[in-house]
Nanobody
Framework: QVHLLESPGGSVQAGGSLRLSCVAP????????MGWFRQGVGQEREAIAF????????YYADSVKGRFTVSRDYAKYTMYLQMDNLAPEDTARYIC???????????????????WGQGTQVTVSE
């Protein structure tokens, strides 16, 4: 079973940027997906972005599209979530997740990870 190791989150003022990373040693199958969820206090968990490794397609939630960018360093088995123009409503616990198998027709609303990171807190102040 893959282990997901997340970088620490942090605090930033509105308009600022943060980058999260998630290392998944050895996790590289083309039939896999990896991405991020977030959950604010009193809110439901939200899928915000994921990448299908085989196609390279990346899917974003409307709430983060244009501000957040997912990328992957294949050699380091690491996925990054670059978060720009952060707003207070982005305050949440961000959780890295992975799925194997993960088929190419999976979309953001339907992908179902079977491995989860520990999560990391991101706080955006006014």
């Amino acid at each position: 079973q893959v282990h997901l190791l997340e970088s620490p989150g942090g605090s930033v003022q509105a308009g600022g940027s943060l980058r999260l990373s998630c290392v998944a040693p050895g996790f590289a199958s083309a039939d896999s997906c990896m991405g991020w969820f977030r959950q604010g206090v009193g809110q439901e968990r939200e899928a915000i972005a994921f990448m299908h490794f085989g196609t390279g397609n990346i899917y974003y939630a409307d709430s983060v599209k244009g501000r957040f960018t997912v990328s992957r360093d294949y050699a380091k088995y690491t996925m990054y979530l670059q978060m720009d123009n952060l707003a207070p409503e982005d305050t949440a616990r961000y959780i890295c997740a992975a799925a194997f198998p993960c088929f190419s027709d999976v979309r953001l609303g339907t992908w179902s990870p079977n491995t989860w990171g520990q999560g990391t807190q991101v706080t955006v102040s006014e």
